[in-house]
């Protein structure tokens, strides 16, 4: 079955990228952390989204890492493609910020203010089994997908009768409501999906 999936994610990656719709960062020719790296994130993207499609019975859903140096992610609709990406510096950055030293370094004993949160963190980390650093990794991923499948929802279930690539606008100049409570409703499912991990 695994094959399978994967023989059609490679064959809707060939359309997508002969028509010139993605651009897909290729980070096999970089050193073997990087690699390693590059390849944990896509695997855990491709994994959660293939979960999510089967659940919500979505077609044509792709996911890949976009050639672009910004941290960010990314969803749309295009060509009847579900797609979801997040750029090469995305992986990058996020592993940096979450790195073994962080937490070794952290000092949480009033994590916000509350006791039992603060004694649940200093037990695990006291454990030697327990790598703080991969669970929160690990949320973090979860959480960007669970945002962007959102908005994957909302494309599918709204009037849209073009296709639309939607990222993270930071222009204050351009405020629209209807984006701005897109983003919120991504945000907000994203936090519920985050109380299953």
Known sequence: MQNKTQKHMDDIKEILIEKGIIQVFDY???DTELIDTYQYFEKKFQELYQLSADVFH???CFFYISNSYKCNAFAGIIENHNIIGITNGYPVLIKDKFNDKFFSNSLCIAFINEKSISDAYCDLHEDQNF????FVLNCSIE???AHEFQ???QFNSSKISKDILYSENLDKNDFNLKKHSWEFDADRMASYQGKRI
């Open 58 to 60: 979505l077609d044509n």
């Open 28 to 30: 096999q020719e970089l």
């Open 151 to 153: 908005h994957i929802l």
């Open 131 to 134: 790598k703080f650093n991969e």
């Open 143 to 145: 959480y960007t997908f």
